[in-house]
């Protein structure tokens, strides 16, 4: 295994070089031209290691910078989710005949805005205003029934809008680059043929927010296929819409490959299902030592990630592995868990996300 040499490695054999070249000289005095003269020379030489280290990095995508792992899997066909405005209808209220013009301003408690696309006259003291995300991120997305305020005052129109019932959907942020690298792996090390199931879970992949997708061949009848996902991303519920739904099922149901350019789809035999699974709150009561606020923000977020990277749909999940995500929070010293205090059984067609937890 090639090791690269450090600069002080570098200087003493220059030295050693110069010295066997020049007999009688001395490279190693320390005001000397000779041995300043190392000490450049090494300089340079380590800056070139260093350079073919970083291009042995980009041989393979499981070391590649950023932008040629997203070259490298755009080659391969791997979708990389990029960062996406949040929109949604507001109900705003208010004389008849009032108008709201495209590019006026409604904020969130928060401060955050969002931006009228178009424009809207209140009829019957109503008027169903769309907005957009002022910004892009999973940030902007607001659930059914959010306050917004107007930022300027319009005349007839209450100052106050509620989100409606299908709320402020489609913000993303950009996608994490490892999970991104995780995929480009995954597709490298998968043989796909047809429409198997290592198709259907790249496909449904590649639809903006699914982050992670179990496909049940044969189920829940031979000739048919399941595909569940959830969306980790979005507010509140991990269970994708139904619009989210139909969107997957209509990717997957005709699919244009981005490398052929040919639409293929499931398979003609095929009878697809697609869906998400149904949560399993796991309610928790933990004590920990010391218990302040920013060591139960820790465990929270802890709790999360394992829940996040551990589960699946119908999968148990073991009290061995939630003691060691509490464990693994930063600066927790010992803690108490009285609930849960066995394994988690989790039904068939649930996934188990993280409930309520009561801090003792």
């Known amino acids: 295994m090639f090791e690269r040499p450090s600069i002080k490695t570098l200087i003493e054999r220059i030295q050693s070089d110069i010295e066997s070249r020049l007999p009688g000289s001395s490279a190693r005095l320390r005001f000397s031209v000779l041995n300043v003269l190392s000490k450049v020379l090494a300089g340079v030489a380590h800056g070139l290691y260093g350079f073919l280290n970083w291009i042995a990095d980009q041989i393979l995508p499981d070391t590649m910078d950023e932008s040629r792992l997203r070259r490298y899997g755009k080659i391969f066909g791997v979708s990389y989710l990029s960062k996406a405005k949040a929109a949604g209808v507001l109900t705003a209220t208010g004389t008849d005949g009032s108008v709201i013009d495209v590019g006026e301003e409604w904020q969130r408690s928060d401060g955050l805005t969002y931006i009228v696309t178009e424009t809207a006259t209140l009829l019957n003291g109503t008027a169903a205003v769309r907005v957009q995300a002022g910004d892009y991120g999973s940030i902007y997305n607001a659930d059914a029934g959010t306050t917004l305020s107007l930022v300027s005052p319009i ?42 199931a290592a198709v259907y879970k790249k496909w449904a992949q590649e639809i903006d927010g699914v982050t992670r997708v179990w496909i049940y061949e044969a189920t829940p009848s031979p000739g048919s296929v399941t595909v569940l996902f959830v969306c980790d991303n979005q507010t509140g519920s991990i269970v994708p819409d139904s619009s989210k739904i139909a969107e997957v099922t209509a990717y997957l149901e005709e699919h244009t490959d981005p490398i052929t350019g040919q639409t293929v789809g499931r398979g003609v035999n095929v009878a697809l299902v697609v869906a998400g699974p149904l949560e399993q709150a796991v309610n928790m009561t933990i004590g920990p030592l010391p218990d302040t606020v920013s060591i139960r923000a820790t465990i929270k977020a802890e709790l999360e990630d394992f829940f996040e990277r551990e589960t699946s749909p119908g999968g148990a999940v073991p009290i061995s592995k939630i003691r060691a995500a509490i464990s693994n929070a930063a600066g927790v010293n010992n803690y108490l868990l009285t609930t849960p205090s066995a394994d988690i059984s989790v039904a068939e067609g649930h996934i188990a996300v993280l409930g309520e937890i009561t801090w003792i």
């Open 155 to 196: 005349t007839g129109v209450n100052p106050d809008a509620a989100v409606t019932s299908a709320g402020i959907t489609g913000g993303m942020d950009d996608m994490d680059i490892e999970l991104y690298r995780s995929r480009v792996i995954e597709r490298l090390s998968t043989f796909y043929t047809g429409a198997n």
